[in-house]
């Protein structure tokens, strides 16, 4: 039986990709192995969104080929998709995919053993319209899953490389969806976070007018599917009419990850984001208004070209202001072919650490404040797993909470009563 092994970098659209790939190789008779073991075929799923991504992505790819020198070397995912001919070239990948075309690994994987000469397969994704349909692996091991009903972007903000390795933005067919969706649950998942390059965008491709509060309602309907959580959202999408429709389902979780970037009216702009702050904050408020307990964590990048002392302030005292439960920052990252690679003004590396290391202590202190803020308040919590001698899980609201028992609580919501917290994990006690 033939060996594959599989590791994968960047987001969680990336995931769910993997997982696709694993089922289709399961299902053909190869035999899942880990990374670390010796494997006949490795598959690299990449990432592009930093430099960083693009070292790591390498770096995994010489690591799987040192590992076993005949082993067939398959580089797949944003990273493969943006230098694919550097990858044959340089002897690094034996064959490569992409963003796209994965559903045909199997014939590419035979193709290459006969033949033994290293192609690719990649598509361009700018005159793509179709969503790539696959599934994932029903593994009744765990609590929470991804689905991914949305491909590409057609933002193009100035700095990220995305739209031009993904492709336009593509819905997934709600049928479709909804049928993966009812057949996860069956097999024991009591959550599913809906995720996708852009998810807002969903529906604006289609011509039924659905949007993701569509999405939201129709996976409503499954009776076993206990909580409905989005991977992100953009500002723009929290308006009115679609806080009136998401706020009929009690199933969809009070989590809302909604993407800042900064807090510059000046630098959203200049990174062509299509909101300023008074938006952003309108839509923050929405949501504050409408979810009890809500939690609002948010993506920052520092060191933007152009950002003065006085944008980042406004960055810093706009993120207090909010009141984020987390921000995840990332100092700003040059991508070639993007609009901002070729912009003036550029930040010093020292000073981007600064900043990131200012907000990063900023995003402690306000996830300690709100974590914090639960304390002797009950959340209902999904365990899912056993850790440290103490059962682990998510409130609807994602904060980690361990609980002590002596029960087996894995893949059960129970209401937990919150003893004491920190900016990481709270602790909780099982109430009735």
Known sequence: MKTFAIITLGCKVNYYDSESVIKLLMDSGYKFVNFNDIADIYIINTCSVTNLSNRKSRQMLHRARKKNKNAIIIAMGCYAQSDPDNLIKTKTADLIIGTNNRKDILKLIEQYEKDKVASKKILDVRQEFFFEEMQILNKNDRCRTFIKIQEGCNEFCSYCIIP???????????????????????????????????VSAYGKDLKNDLDLAD????????????RIRLSSVEPNLINDSFISKIKLFPKLCPHFHMSLQSGSNKILHAMNRKYTTIQYFEAVQKLKNTFENVSITTDIITGFPGETDEDFQQTYDFAKQIGFSKIHVFPYSPRKNTRAYNFSNTIDSAVKKIRSTKLIELSEKLANEY??????????????????????????????????????????????????????????VIVP
């Open 164 to 198: 031009y390795t993904r492709g336009k933005s593509r819905s997934r067919n709600l049928n479709k969806i909804y049928d993966e969706a009812k057949n996860l649950c069956q097999s024991g998942f009591k959550e599913i976070v809906l995720t996708g390059i852009n």
């Open 215 to 226: 999405v939201i309602e129709k996976l409503h309907e499954i009776k076993n599917l206990e």
């Open 371 to 428: 974590i914090k803020s639960f304390i002797s308040k009950t959340l209902p919590t999904l365990i899912e797993e056993k850790e440290n001698g103490k059962y682990t899980g998510y409130t609807n609201n994602y904060i980690k909470v361990f609980i002590e028992s002596n029960e087996d609580l894995t893949n059960k919501i129970v209401n937990t009563k919150i003893v004491s917290a920190n900016k990481e994990f709270a602790n909780g």
